[in-house]
């Protein structure tokens, strides 16, 4: 079956600190990558998605950065975190199989 | 461009009948989605149609479509407190990637 592994849960940050979470996909290959964050009150905002290795689609300009390193695993990054960037961090993978599945969030402060 | 949108809060008494509204803008052919999210953890895919059906039901749960206002709605029979959750709208074009989302609904079930 596929699933989707994020870390870490939780991420407690200073401002101006640099930024890494991981996700990676089990049970299928070739998968579309996606990561949205999720915002007290603004819903599910799409930040990034690739459709293979090293082509990534960045939606809204912002202090964030995305890669795909390898087929089935998908990094966020920040270089200098902001306060505006806490929220809720959702990794997303649609298959030919399946529509898009979700994994269980990373939960971002910035302080 | 796209765009989702759906009210923020709903509430009803345990046994009732919940329903939880959607708009969309995208014209083309396009699926549309009911996702839940329970506290403190990612989306889950509860159903989803596409825009050449009106309804689509499976147990608890009828989706219905109207094309021409471009509304959607998620009928939940005998709601129970375990139903209350976020729930999310989203729609994707056919042949492309992207899935958009609403602000999503709190639903909160009352005992």
């Known amino acids: 079956s596929q699933t989707i592994h994020q870390w870490p849960a939780t991420l407690v940050q200073p401002v101006g600190s640099p930024l890494s979470l991981e996700c990676t996909v089990e049970?299928?290959?070739?998968?579309?990558l996606y990561w949205y964050r999720q915002a007290a009150g603004r819903g599910l905002q799409l930040l990034f998605y690739s459709v293979g290795i090293g082509q990534i689609s960045s939606e809204v300009p912002q202090n964030l950065s995305a890669s795909r390193p390898q087929d089935r695993q998908f990094i966020l990054s920040s270089k200098k975190l902001l306060l505006s960037d806490s929220g809720f961090y959702l990794c997303?993978?649609?298959?030919?199989?399946?529509?898009?599945?979700f994994g269980q969030g990373t939960r971002l402060t910035v302080v | 461009g796209e765009d989702v949108e759906q009210s923020l809060f709903l509430s009803v008494r345990e046994g009732d009948s919940s329903v939880i509204n959607c708009t969309y803008t995208d014209s083309s052919s396009t699926y549309l989605y009911w996702y839940k999210q329970e506290p403190g953890a990612g989306l889950q895919l509860l159903t989803y149609i596409f825009s050449n059906m009106d309804m689509k039901q499976d147990q608890r749960l009828t989706v219905l479509l109207n094309k021409k206002d471009k509304h959607l709605s998620l009928r939940i029979a005998d709601t129970q407190t375990g139903d209350s959750a976020i729930y999310f709208c989203?729609?994707?074009?056919?042949?492309?990637?992207?899935?958009?989302f609403g602000t999503g609904t709190r639903l909160k079930v009352l005992a």
């Open positions: 989203a729609e994707r074009t056919s042949g492309t990637y992207k899935y958009i």
């Open positions: 997303a993978c649609r298959t030919g199989r399946t529509e898009a599945f």
């Open positions: 049970g299928t290959s070739n998968p579309n």
